[in-house]
């Protein structure tokens, strides 16, 4: 007899639980790393740290030349000095890529809102033009001064004219 449908797995549903894992990953949280990495990369890219890299490789260089030979740390002609600058090459790199790229990210995070600014700017410099442009329009509709003083001086002319008419006429 059948399954039940409800019983069988379906292909187009996923599966409710997955197994657990044996060793679990670990967890960090990535802006710390991040802040970390970044710090790292700043300090990489300072007069402090050079002179301190050569300070640290004058040192193993002057040990293990003048140094007696049972004191010495490196006996194979700087093999160990080879592997401990390229240990700390192997690790800086990586660093200095994921600060480059924290950085490039808020680079675009600026450049978006600089764009938004921008914009409304643009709208903002729109609206005052349109706003200008019509109020160049109105002024235009309304009379100035001096239109005003030269209508009024030629209704004055007007009346003193036709108040010597009058005087005229009486007499």
Do not use: C
């Not at 949280?29 to 301190?52: H, I, S, V």
Request: overall charge negative; glycine content about 2%.
């Amino acid at each position: 007899m059948a399954e039940p449908r409800s019983r069988r797995a379906r292909l187009d549903t996923p599966r409710e639980s997955r197994r657990q894992p044996l060793v679990r990953r670990p967890a960090y949280d990535p802006d710390t790393f991040g802040t970390f990495a970044e710090q790292f990369a700043r300090f990489m890219g300072t007069a402090r740290f050079l002179l301190y890299m050569t300070a640290f490789v004058a040192v193993w260089v002057v040990w293990n030349t003048l140094a007696p030979s049972d004191w010495t740390w490196d006996p194979y002609a700087f093999i160990f000095l080879t592997l401990m600058l390229s240990l700390q090459a192997s690790y800086a790199a990586p660093l200095i890529l994921l600060a480059q790229n924290r950085q490039e990210q808020r680079d675009k995070v600026i450049a978006e809102q600089d764009r938004q600014a921008n914009a409304r700017a643009h709208a903002d410099m729109e609206f005052l033009a349109r706003e200008v442009a019509s109020l160049r329009m109105a002024v235009g509709e309304v009379a100035t001064r001096d239109f005003l003083r030269s209508e009024l001086r030629s209704l004055l002319n007007e009346l003193e004219d036709r108040s010597k008419e009058d005087d005229e006429s009486v007499d």
